[in-house]
């Protein structure tokens, strides 16, 4: 805990980026490589609409994840906070590491309490959620038993999330991505046996995403409980007072309110993109899959930093929160950079990989050049949010998480409406790049918020006054 806890505190901030963002990359690059394996176990099966059914139940999990995302973002920034706040000169470390106690206790045990509802919930509108996400014919039943399973697991879904971000709330970025990883060749391996062997199909797969995750719940306990110095799972620590609430929730939810607003926006472009025939939807999925990798790279250089700048936060040290915030931008740009400018150069014969047809070819490497200018207005303005989130500037984070379905659902129709399908195909980007200028606007106006003393510190102080 202690060498973590170093990268947090004192460590040259390149060397405490590499440390804590690199497993994170390593983390997103392996899950994103199983969701290939994972379709192509069910697609050996030989059924359409057994295959359809992992698309369709796509935003569900996305939203699970995102309930997760309340307790585990929340909490985590929290915690991290919390550690920062006890570098500061006449800190009462007793009472921040009593307070650490029951954040940890209330991120688990309030995403059990959370999971353990909404499963039931699911479980009952099963098929009218299946229906709901675009299914139908012989699609449904396979759709309403996937998301079904779904359900079932879902208290193992949140925990595990939420356990994760724990981890790294202190720094421990290789344990959290042992974790991921030991979850992904659990699914492998539970994939093989329930659909392979006994042939459940994707039931088979639900339950193995479920038991993955499970595994993952149960390694993340047993570091937590005998690796960590000041994290605890136990109930007796539970509390759910007005600050915690507050201060979870308010950094939690914009969380929720963007993985919502995205399922709205890939469904609302889903329906307008079907309307130019099945080419343009083909193109754009494998144009999707080919810009993730940079977007999961960035992804992991800005959660990976999320526990850096809140410790640096908490502990009021400006100068390492803005040379953190400095350092991923570069990452961030070095990044899209390289492999923009790579797969823009070779952009034909990389789309020609995937796909033979002509139609599909043309389509996507206009698609692919759309997607990549994305790539960059997105990287930024995760790590814009990432920020808001660290330094509890709830506010501008939920303006943050809302602005893209926001903006994009009349950027789309309008683009439909005159350009056509090159319209369509730009929508994004013109949004990325309209959040991009919002949350920089934001930024800027909130310089006074990165240098004021956290809401930790601000108690400690006042009770400090206090006694003297």
Request: charged share 10%; aromatic share 10%.
């Amino acid at each position: 805990m202690s060498s973590n806890r170093h990268y947090l505190s004192s460590a040259p901030i390149w060397r405490s980026l590499v440390h804590l963002c690199v497993p994170m990359i390593a983390g997103f690059s392996v899950g994103s490589v199983y969701n290939i394996i994972n379709a192509g176990f069910v697609g050996s099966l030989h059924s359409t609409p057994l295959l359809a059914a992992l698309t369709f139940s796509l935003p569900v999990f996305a939203l699970l994840m995102a309930i997760g995302g309340v307790f585990g973002v929340g909490g985590g920034t929290y915690v991290s906070r919390l550690l920062g706040s006890q570098d500061q000169e006449g800190a009462d470390t007793a009472a921040s590491a009593a307070r650490i106690k029951q954040v940890s206790s209330f991120t688990l045990w309030g995403a059990l309490i959370a999971g353990a509802v909404i499963g039931v919930v699911g479980l009952i509108f099963a098929t009218p959620l299946a229906i709901a996400v675009g299914a139908s014919g012989a699609s449904v039943a396979p759709t309403a038993l996937y998301i079904g399973a779904m359900f079932a697991f879902t208290p193992v879904y949140v925990a595990a999330f939420a356990l994760e971000q724990l981890v790294r709330a202190e720094g421990a970025a290789v344990a959290s991505m042992t974790g991921l990883i030991a979850s992904t060749i659990a699914n492998l391996l539970f994939d093989v046996l329930f659909i392979l062997v006994l042939g459940w199909g994707v039931l088979g797969a639900g339950i193995a995403l479920g038991l993955s995750n499970l595994v993952t719940v149960g390694y993340y306990v047993w570091w937590l409980t005998a690796r960590s110095e000041t994290i605890s799972l136990a109930p007796r620590h539970f509390r759910a007072d007005r600050e915690m609430l507050t201060s979870v929730f308010g950094v939690g939810v914009s969380e929720l309110l963007m993985s919502s607003f995205l399922i709205v926006t890939t469904l609302v472009m889903n329906w307008i993109a079907i309307g130019y025939g099945a080419s343009l939807l083909a193109a754009m999925g494998v144009a999707l899959r080919i810009s993730q990798l940079p977007e999961m790279i960035c992804m992991g250089v800005f959660m990976g930093a999320i526990p850096l700048l809140a410790y640096a936060f908490g502990a009021r040290d400006h100068a390492r929160l803005t040379k953190a915030i400095t350092g991923c931008a570069i990452a961030i740009a070095g990044i899209t950079a390289v492999f923009s400018t790579i797969v823009f150069l070779f952009r034909d014969q990389v789309f020609a990989l995937f796909s033979a047809d002509p139609s599909v070819i043309a389509d996507g490497t206009l698609i692919l050049t759309a997607m990549l200018v994305s790539t960059l207005f997105n990287g930024f303005t995760g790590l814009i949010i990432a920020v808001f989130q660290a330094t509890e500037q709830m506010r501008n984070a939920t303006i943050m998480s809302v602005a893209q379905g926001v903006l994009f659902i009349p950027i789309v129709l309008l683009g439909n409406a005159v350009f056509g399908m090159a319209g369509v195909i730009w929508s994004m980007t013109v949004t990325e790049a309209l959040c991009f200028a919002a949350g920089a606007l934001l930024f800027a106006r909130s310089r006074r918020a990165l240098n004021a003393p956290s809401p930790e510190a601000a108690a400690q102080a006042e009770a400090a006054l206090t006694a003297a």
